[in-house]
């Protein structure tokens, strides 16, 4: 017997839109629950209001770099 895969609520944090979108149409695509944001801060606002399972950050971003954002969270 199969069991089903586990569905995940994913923060994308990436600032070239073009990235997370296909980040974030590959992990729909395969039943998870994706929003995207374009910066660290924005995480951060975002992570005051809503709990994500997984959070999948760039490293080099203007204002708080993926890192840093991992080391607040």
Do not use: N, W
């Not at 600032?15 to 695509?29: N, P, T, Y």
């Amino acid at each position: 017997m199969l069991l089903p895969k586990p569905k995940y609520k994913i923060l994308v944090v990436e600032d070239a839109q073009d990235l997370s979108q296909v980040f974030a149409l590959m992990l729909s695509r395969d039943g998870h629950v994706v929003e995207c944001v374009d910066s660290g801060l924005a995480a951060l606002a975002t992570l005051e209001h809503r709990q994500f399972d997984l959070i999948l950050t760039d490293y080099f971003m203007p204002g708080l770099k993926g890192d840093q954002l991992a080391a607040l969270v």
